[in-house]
């Protein structure tokens, strides 16, 4: 079965704490791995796929085939990086079909 | 571009009662996606079209939940009759290739 699995409902650091937030999942193949991120009032928005292999706004994401995860880093986390966080996977070449995890509420705190 | 615009933005109703949620995607866009967010189970996927067609279904919760895309500009979720279980946030989304965008949401709530 295709699931998406972010075991952590909320994380809450400091600010300049590093942050990782987890990302498991089960896929038979090769799926295509994304984190979504929904700041406050604001729309759902893309923040990174794996097959870009780019950082955006200091925050990385390795996909890990081993481990079946990929987990989202930055190594010092700043108050506007405060928001819902959603890892999210599709079949290669179809990104059609989303499939999202639960979710995780990044909360940094001054 | 205004982008995805969903319509209301909050709808309160009583259990029983039809609801009819709306979604204009983004001109050009050729899939749309109808979301449901609830804290326990997170983002999932409903139904979603292309061309104006319902590809897949098979999220959709039960046959009290329908969906349609009568043109390529207009798409309704309708839950007929509503109970108090639906209240969640539906977002709508539309995409064309690789870029996907979010409509703001309606906020159900059905008591």
């Known amino acids: 079965a295709q699931r998406v699995t972010q075991p952590e409902k909320l994380l809450s650091v400091f600010k300049g704490a590093p942050v990782e937030l987890k990302c498991n999942y089960s896929?038979?193949?090769?799926?295509?791995l994304f984190w979504y991120v929904q700041y406050s009032r604001q729309r759902l928005q893309l923040l990174l796929r794996?097959?870009s292999r780019e950082s955006i706004k200091g925050f990385t994401a390795d996909l890990n085939k081993g481990e079946t995860s990929f987990h989202l880093k930055k190594p010092f986390a700043q108050e506007e990086d405060s928001a819902m966080y959603y890892c999210?996977?599709?079949?290669?070449?179809?990104?059609?079909?989303?499939?999202f995890g639960t979710g995780t509420r990044l909360q940094v705190f001054p | 571009d205004a982008g995805v615009i969903q319509s209301p933005r909050h709808e309160v109703t009583e259990m029983g009662q039809e609801v009819t949620l709306r979604c204009k995607p983004i001109?050009?866009?050729?899939?749309l996606f109808w979301y449901r967010q609830t804290m326990m189970r997170g983002l999932e996927l409903l139904i979603y079209?292309?061309?104006?067609?319902?590809?897949?279904d098979s999220g959709m919760p039960e046959d009290r939940f329908s969906a349609k895309m009568p043109n390529a500009s207009f798409s309704t979720l309708k839950i007929q009759p509503s109970e108090p279980r639906d209240s969640a946030v539906y977002f709508c989304?539309?995409?064309?290739?690789?870029?996907?965008?979010f409509g703001s949401g309606t906020r159900l709530t059905v008591v």
């Open positions: 989304a539309s995409s064309l290739g690789d870029s996907r965008s």
């Open positions: 896929y038979s193949g090769s799926p295509e």
């Open positions: 794996h097959i």
């Open positions: 999210a996977l599709s079949a290669p070449y179809n990104t059609d079909k989303l499939i």
């Open positions: 001109s050009g866009h050729n899939s």
């Open positions: 079209f292309n061309n104006n067609v319902p590809i897949d």
